[in-house]
T-cell receptor
Framework: SAVISQKPSRDICQRGTSLTIQCQVDSQVTMMFWYRQQPGQSLTLIATANQGSEATYESGFVIDKFPISRPNLTFSTLTVSNMSPEDSSIYLC???????????FGPGTRLTVL | KQEVTQIPAALSVPEGENLVLNCSFTDSAIYNLQWFRQDPGKGLTSLLLIQSSQREQTSGRLNASLDKSSGRSTLYIAASQPGDSATYLC???????????FGPGTRLSVLP
């Protein structure tokens, strides 16, 4: 199993600013994922972040808007850049460890952009 | 504390069968419930989202129901295909819309 923490748990930000969300895992993992859930919508994958390589972004998400760092096997950050109210969402990180179909989730970061 | 369970843990069926996956949760105070599909080495794919005020949602061959009072949801897959082979996860989101609690998943294999 894996225990995941995220910081901050919630934040209220002004339009045009950027926020970096941290994801910390208590064990070394190869694959980490970043998701967002906008109000009333399903969870959507933003990108896959593997240590030692560039993050892979899903359609509709770009590195300039959501830069990701993955400096080691236990940590990753997601930055939401130049925020607008449409970025108000819950941002969730998850990791895949053990078997290929085992995934664990962080508690989420609730972002409100004014 | 919310707990989510899924039955069965694994399921293997021949192609063409209709099947039902079950999800149970202990706290009925939920914001919504979602069903996801996970393929090996990939992120989650959202299948269906059911708001707490809804009783079911349908998408193609998939139908999900929600009974909040009994703490249950089912995912019905009609005319299963080998491409449906994956792990299916359900997740509930608490009434604050903040905390996700995922079930352990059901690993489905559809045999040609």
């Amino acid at each position: 199993s894996a225990v995941i923490s995220q910081k901050p748990s919630r934040d209220i930000c002004q339009r045009g600013t950027s926020l970096t969300i941290q994801c910390q895992v208590d064990s070394q993992v190869t694959m980490m994922f970043w998701y967002r859930q906008q109000p009333g919508q399903s969870l959507t994958l933003i990108a896959t972040a593997n240590q030692g390589s560039e993050a892979t972004y899903e359609s509709g998400f770009v590195i300039d808007k959501f830069p990701i760092s993955r400096p080691n096997l236990t940590f990753s950050t997601l930055t939401v850049s130049n925020m607008s109210p449409e970025d108000s969402s819950i941002y969730l990180c998850s990791v895949s460890t053990g078997g290929p179909d085992t995934q664990y989730f962080g508690p989420g970061t609730r972002l409100t952009v004014l | 504390k919310q707990e989510v369970t899924q039955i069965p843990a694994a399921l293997s069926v021949p192609e063409g069968e209709n099947l039902v996956l079950n999800c149970s949760f202990t706290d009925s105070a939920i914001y919504n419930l979602q069903w996801f599909r996970q393929d090996p080495g990939k992120g989650l794919t959202s299948l269906l989202l059911i708001q707490s005020s809804q009783r079911e949602q349908t998408s193609g061959r998939l139908n999900a129901s929600l009974d909040k009072s009994s703490g249950r949801s089912t995912l019905y897959i009609a005319a299963s295909q080998p491409g449906d082979s994956a792990t299916y996860l359900c997740a509930v989101i608490d009434n604050y819309g903040q905390n996700f609690v995922f079930g352990p998943g059901t690993r489905l294999s559809v045999l040609p």
